[in-house]
């Protein structure tokens, strides 16, 4: 975490080197709730019991993720970029496994408020529970959740036309432990009446924050 906290600094001092000429004006990062889900139980036969905790996503993760994006294509593009944030009286519940707090804006708003401004950037970022390597499990067998990481970037002039364009998949991320076993309610001969428990070791914001940076990495090369 230190070693995170060393890179955003640095990437902020960044935001200092070149003028202020550009702004993301829309940002959708969506995580699949497999990836963020603590624990399920679930009967086996009536499938009368399905309760869950969800690793809730804090508002510094937000922030942390738009000061990355601001100063790397910041430095790539040879501009400073500012965000549309929302602000904090106006933001409602976000839409089902959608980070909050990041810009939700069109382009025509975006264009209309900082007219004076030369790049628009959109960016689309989605981690999966499915299309990654398979996880590797303490007793050898594998998970079925398989997280992979895709990034789209796409810059716009004021004229919303389409000036450069970024894209990274990266399916291979530490493993994820998990454990699955059944559990009885202490009734020897209601063997049929058991639950099937997961614990999982869930992504944390941390760990999404890492993959983000490895991703905008991978596409800004």
Same mark, same amino acid.
């Given at each position: 975490m230190k070693k995170i906290t060393l890179i955003?600094?640095?990437l902020f001092c960044l935001c200092f080197v070149y003028s202020q000429n550009g702004i993301i004006y829309n940002f959708s990062f969506r995580i699949d709730n497999e990836l963020v889900t603590q624990m399920k139980a679930q009967n086996k036969d009536l499938k009368?019991?399905?309760?869950s905790t969800v690793e809730e996503m804090p508002k510094q993760l937000s922030d942390d993720i738009l000061l990355v994006s601001e100063s790397l294509l910041g430095?790539?593009?040879?501009?400073? @970029?500012?965000?549309?944030?929302?602000?904090?009286?106006?933001?409602?519940g976000a839409l089902p496994e959608h980070l909050m707090y990041l810009p939700a804006n069109r382009f025509k708003k975006a264009a209309k408020s900082y007219g004076n401004l030369k790049f628009f950037i959109d960016i689309n970022c989605y981690i999966s529970a499915t299309g990654g390597k398979k996880i590797i499990l303490a007793n050898?067998?594998?998970?079925?959740?398989k997280p992979k990481i895709t990034l789209k970037i796409r810059v716009f002039n004021k004229e919303k036309e389409l000036i450069d364009k970024k894209e990274s998949i990266i399916k291979d991320f530490e493993t994820l432990r998990s454990k699955t076993y059944d559990k009885t309610y202490?009734?020897?001969? @209601?063997k049929?009446?058991?639950?099937e428990v997961t614990f999982s070791e869930t992504i944390n914001s941390n760990d999404v924050?890492?993959?983000?940076?490895?991703?905008?990495?991978e596409a800004l090369k």
């Open positions: 955003i600094t640095f009368i019991l399905n309760l430095e790539y593009l040879k501009d400073s @970029l500012i965000s549309m944030r929302p602000e904090e009286k106006l933001i409602m050898k067998s594998f998970s079925k959740v202490g009734i020897a001969f @209601l049929k009446n058991t639950d924050l890492r993959m983000y940076l490895q991703a905008i990495k």
